[in-house]
């Protein structure tokens, strides 16, 4: 064997690992990122109603009745420009209960309300909570990247737990 060969062989080698390497780490880089932005977006619908207050109605709601999916109520207002509304519409997995009053925030242009307070903080962010644990096993399993993902496996556990404590 020619020893020119050999070493071309090796540096063509040495190429295509670098070249696999690098699509591994942008594949799953992408997938990683693409987990956390679905879990931002899916939780900021609802965050934005209970994060940004301001010009928004803020009051209580008194759950008298409780279906499947919802309970409702009505609705006392505590912010200045907010009216009271005989009947509003809150989530039942917002962990509210028949005869229980709760701090809410009116989504604009409805009758939906959601939880306000640290509770529904921590309730709207939830999803993100959850791509952040996904997140850190793509990050663990496709980048290897321990610390980074042990860092938002820690904060998706810490989040969803606080979550669930404050609820």
Do not use: N
């Amino acid at each position: 064997m020619i020893p020119a060969m050999s070493d071309s062989a090796a540096r063509s080698r040495r190429a295509s690992l670098a070249a696999l390497r690098f699509g591994r780490v942008a594949a799953m880089g992408t997938v990683a990122v693409l987990i956390l932005i679905a879990g931002v977006w899916a939780s900021w619908g609802t965050a934005q109603h209970v994060m940004l207050t301001k010009g928004r109605e803020r009051g209580t709601v008194r759950v008298t009745h409780c279906g499947a999916d919802a309970c409702s109520g009505p609705y006392s207002p505590v912010s200045p420009g907010s009216v009271a509304r005989g009947r509003v519409v809150i989530a039942q997995t917002a962990v509210v209960h028949r005869g229980g009053t709760y701090d809410v925030v009116v989504k604009p242009g409805s009758d939906r309300v959601v939880r306000s307070g640290p509770a529904g903080i921590l309730y709207a962010w939830a999803p993100l909570g959850g791509a952040l644990l996904l997140a850190s096993v793509v990050v663990a399993g496709g980048l290897r990247r321990t610390r980074a993902a042990w860092v938002l496996a820690g904060s998706g556990f810490a989040l969803l737990t606080a979550a669930f404590v404050a609820l």
